[in-house]
T-cell receptor, first 112, second 114 residues
Framework: SQQGEEDPQALSIQEGENATMNCSYK?????LQWYRQNSGRGLVHLIL?????REKHSGRLRVTLDTSKKSSSLLITASRAADTASYFC????????????FGSGTRLSIRP | GAGVSQSPSNKVTEKGKDVELRCDPI?????LYWYRQSLGQGLEFLIY????????KSGLPSDRFSAERTGGSVSTLTIQRTQQEDSAVYLC????????????FGPGTRLTVT
């Protein structure tokens, strides 16, 4: 079973609004990554935040990390129809050589 | 350079038959992962190869599933005596030997067992 939990499981917003997705994990981590998946095919890496970082930006993406709460959030600003996809967080535990643990994902729908 | 490739992209098989799914990772990537994803669901970890170490098979759902990685490169996932519940998209990913272990995914193989 997946260790990561994401909420909400599904999110529908109007184009132009901001979308926020949350992720929780269970063990101490080295880093946390966010991935995007279109149409049930391969995932694409979006952004990575290390355990000693609290916030990171990449274009319209903003990721925060709270290691005391073992949680992360992904914010997509000024959403576009093309942002419609599933978004997964993935944590790399300290105890793992390189095996990351994926969350259950959030399905994001952007209404035009 | 070339990304992760998988073949076939789609496979339809009859219940009880064996299938082989292939993954070609990015050249030089020592870590290789197989996942399974049922429709609308998250990723289910199956197996993980890292260099010459013994693979982590903890996610394989039954002894009908096996995987090998030859020469530290190409990997084959084999499902014997397929069942309808095996129908899913099988995703392969690879990552480099050193951190931060960002995974690069192939397009997946959609398996349908009839």
């Amino acid at each position: 079973s997946q260790q990561g939990e994401e909420d909400p499981q599904a999110l529908s917003i109007q184009e132009g609004e901001n979308a926020t997705m949350n992720c929780s994990y269970k063990t101490s981590i080295n880093n946390l990554q966010w991935y995007r998946q279109n149409s049930g095919r391969g995932l694409v890496h979006l952004i990575l935040i290390r355990s000693n970082e609290r916030e990171k930006h990449s274009g319209r993406l903003r990721v925060t990390l709270d290691t005391s709460k073992k949680s992360s959030s992904l914010l997509i600003t000024a959403s576009r129809a093309a942002d419609t996809a599933s978004y997964f967080c993935a944590s790399l535990p300290y105890s793992s050589a390189s095996k990351i643990i994926f969350g259950s994902g959030t399905r994001l729908s952007i209404r035009p | 350079g070339a990304g992760v490739s998988q073949s076939p992209s789609n496979k339809v098989t009859e219940k009880g038959k064996d299938v082989e799914l292939r993954c070609d990772p990015i050249s030089g990537h020592t870590a290789l992962y197989w996942y399974r994803q049922s429709l609308g669901q998250g990723l289910e970890f199956l197996i993980y190869f890292q260099g010459n170490s013994a693979p982590d098979k903890s996610g394989l759902p039954s002894d009908r599933f096996s995987a090998e990685r030859t020469g530290g490169s190409v990997s084959t996932l084999t499902i014997q005596r397929t069942q309808q519940e095996d129908s899913a998209v099988y995703l392969c990913a690879s990552s480099a030997a050193s951190g931060p272990y960002e995974q690069y995914f192939g397009p997946g193989t959609r398996l349908t067992v009839t």
